[in-house]
């Protein structure tokens, strides 16, 4: 099938692209088009606000005006990182938030503490659009209402954890729920999309899975160093990364450049009209 747009100017069609007909030819062995797609209304400066060099996003953000009793600031609560970590440019780490060494959080992510505390390992990655929360009071005399997240874990896309604890070693998968008092012990997975119900506790080296989610089997061997090998391929992942967004601080640099008298962000308009003749 060919998407047709129509510019009504000079009544002439322009081909946009090229989609796979998969459902009308089941055969068809035709690859995408790679061209790419030009707006008939695109005026040349327009590719401009596509190379700003400093992001007004501020993905730290601190809580000068709340303490914790979890752990105590010298004023308010603040995130704090290891060496080496990475977070996406459209991500948010706010208030008592600990990020270990070479860890990573990624694009629309959303880990905010603003009472008791969200711990991050090292090597540990939290991918796209996952959102980690602490729980606002304690759960039990022996829950405080935080939330650990050990060595070499991977919370895959779009997950929810609340007020649980999930230990080294582990992979969580897209779209799966924690809830507060849950616990998942070393060298386990949860498969995707599954619900791990309040105060259940997953023993090591076991698979979960389900709505809520149920023991599945024990891990194999190479399910076991799968794990470590997918955590650390986040790892050189974010390495890369940071060096295409050329961050060396992602989360102050606007700040540091606009002390320097730097303007940032792209100041043009994206369709300037042309001026009307003076009488």
């Known amino acids: 099938m060919i998407r047709q747009i129509i510019n009504k100017a000079n009544n002439q069609q322009v081909v946009r692209r090229t989609f796979c007909t ?9 690859p995408y088009s790679t061209d790419p797609i030009v707006d008939v209304n695109e005026k040349k400066n327009n590719v401009n606000k596509y190379f700003e060099t400093y992001s007004k996003h501020k993905t730290y953000v601190s809580f000068l005006d709340k303490n914790s ?3 105590p600031a010298v004023k308010g609560l603040y995130p704090r990182s290891g060496l080496e970590e990475f977070v996406a440019p459209s991500a948010s780490v706010i208030g008592n938030v600990n990020l270990g060494n070479c860890s990573s959080v990624w694009d629309h992510c959303v880990l905010k503490a603003d009472v008791n505390y969200i711990h991050i390992g090292n090597f540990t990655n939290i991918q796209d659009g996952t959102v980690i929360r602490e729980a606002t009071e304690p759960l039990s005399i ?43 012990e070393a060298y386990s997975i949860v498969g995707a999309s599954s619900i791990v119900t309040k105060g259940t506790r997953i023993k090591s080296g076991q698979l979960w899975v389900g709505k809520p989610a149920k023991f599945v089997r024990e891990l194999s061997e190479q399910e076991i160093i799968d794990i470590g090998n997918h955590a650390n391929s986040y790892v050189l992942n974010a390495e890369q990364a940071r060096a295409s967004f050329n961050l060396d601080n992602d989360s102050f640099l606007y700040a ?4 320097q008298g730097i303007s940032v962000g792209w100041k043009g308009e994206y369709f300037p009209e042309a001026e009307e003749p003076k009488n």
């Not at 998969?22 to 035709?30: A, G």
């Not at 209402?145 to 897209?174: F, Q, Y």
């Not at 540091?256 to 002390?259: K, V």
Request: a negative charge.
């Open 69 to 71: 009793i979890t752990t």
């Open 142 to 184: 022996d829950h405080n209402g935080s939330t650990i997240i050990g060595d070499n874990v991977t919370i895959g896309h779009g997950c929810i954890l609340e007020a649980c604890t999930v230990e080294e070693n582990c992979l969580i998968g897209m779209g799966s729920i924690l809830e507060p008092e849950s616990y998942v």
């Open 22 to 30: 998969y459902f009308e030819k089941r055969n068809n062995n035709t």
């Open 256 to 259: 540091q450049a606009e002390e």
